[in-house]
C-alpha cells in the first residue's frame, strides 16, 4: 500500500493561481525517483502535465502548461508540489500526483507511472 497524500486543489478564476501538493513516505519517494502531476476531465485521457526526477530535479511540462506551471520537490519532506500560474477554465481537471517506476524513465507520459494519488479538484471559472 502507497500513501499519496495530495491537497490544495480548490476553485479560482482565471488568471488566478492555485498550489498543489503532494506528500508520499521516504521510501516511496526515493526509490521511484520521479514524481509526476497529471489531471483528467470526464470523457478524456488521463494527461500528463508535470513531471520532476528526484536526484537532480530535471523536469518535463506539457506544451499546455509550460510557462505557467512550475513543479518542485521537497527531498526533505519527501513532497512534490505544482504551483499553477495564469490558470484558465480549461485548467480545470482532477488533478492526479503519481510516483515513477524509475528515474530512468520519468516523464509525463502515464506508462511510467507505479502509483496513484486519489486526485483533487481544480476548478476555473468566473
Not at 485521457?45 to 536526484?55: D, K, N, T
Amino acid at each position: 500500500q502507497v500513501d499519496l497524500v495530495e491537497s490544495g486543489g480548490g476553485s479560482v478564476q482565471p488568471g488566478g493561481s492555485l498550489r498543489l501538493s503532494c506528500a508520499t513516505s521516504k521510501s516511496t519517494y526515493d526509490t521511484g525517483g520521479c514524481m509526476a502531476w497529471f489531471r483528467q476531465t470526464p470523457g478524456k485521457e488521463r494527461e500528463g502535465v508535470a513531471s520532476i526526477r528526484i536526484r537532480d530535479g530535471t523536469t518535463e511540462y506539457s506544451d499546455s502548461v509550460k510557462g505557467r506551471f512550475r513543479i518542485s520537490r521537497n527531498n526533505i519532506q519527501s513532497a512534490v508540489y505544482l504551483q499553477m500560474n495564469d490558470l484558465k477554465p480549461e485548467d480545470s481537471a482532477l488533478y492526479y500526483c503519481a510516483v515513477g517506476r524509475s528515474p530512468w524513465t520519468c516523464g509525463i507520459s502515464k506508462e511510467q507511472v507505479a502509483y496513484w494519488g486519489q486526485g483533487t479538484q481544480v476548478t476555473v471559472s468566473l
